[in-house]
């Protein structure tokens, strides 16, 4: 299979040209990367998902995790934006290695754009680092051979009405990226919690006038 993707990211110093994963070698990296790994541990839980009653790691705590071993060891973490994808790199010298994560935005408001950002931001670098910041059970609740189809992931959008907040939720706690990615056994939980929120909020709203 072949691994290459180009990229090219314009900067103030020129255009940077990136078609490869890695750099041609990563073996300083990989060692300092493996001892720093050793030293790490996942993230503590302390923010809730309201829409799956759980708790999860946010990208503050993640990074403040992490970040401080990495850079023990030599290592440096940075995050680049492009288009509709997050980059995130490890860098030892002259050594690098990337992944990339899709951002997923529904909504057209800065605030959504930004809350899918720091989902992108989250799962990458939670991913490169190799720590877990969610909840087991709600991480697997999302696993299934058979995904929810395009008509289950419309009537979803269609209960959610553009809320980005709300489908961030969804997403990150079941760890995926899209919709497209949950299990259709999950559809019929998905649209009842759905309800009761904007039942709550039907209700705040109700009582405020």
């Keep these: 299979m072949d691994n290459k993707q180009v990229i090219n990211i314009e900067t103030k110093y020129g255009s940077l040209r990136i ?12 060692s300092a990367l ?44 940075t995050q680049l934006q492009q288009g509709d ?25 800065a605030q959504d754009m930004g809350s899918a950002i720091t989902y992108a931001r989250r799962y990458s670098f939670s991913a490169i680092c190799c720590i877990a910041q969610e909840d087991d059970d709600a991480n697997n609740a999302g696993k299934g051979k058979i995904h929810l189809t395009a008509k289950q992931q419309e009537d979803i959008e269609d209960e959610i009405n553009g809320n980005a907040e709300t489908l961030q939720l969804i997403l990150s706690g079941y760890n995926v990226s899209g919709l497209s990615d949950i299990s259709s056994n999950n559809f019929s939980g998905i649209i009842k919690r759905i309800k009761e929120i904007n039942d709550k909020k039907d209700l705040k709203g109700g009582g405020n006038e």
């Design 34 to 77: 493996a001892k720093a790994q050793l030293e790490i541990s996942n993230p503590k839980k302390k923010n809730d998902n309201p829409f799956f009653k759980s708790k999860y790691a946010d990208l503050a705590e993640c990074i403040n995790t992490a970040l401080p071993v990495l850079n023990s060891h030599g290592i440096a973490i």
């Design 85 to 109: 994808k997050m980059h995130t790199f490890l860098l030892l010298g002259d050594e690098w290695l990337r992944s990339e994560c899709p951002i997923c935005c529904n909504g057209q408001k």
């Design 19 to 30: 078609d490869t994963w890695s750099s041609p070698t990563i073996t300083k990296l990989a």
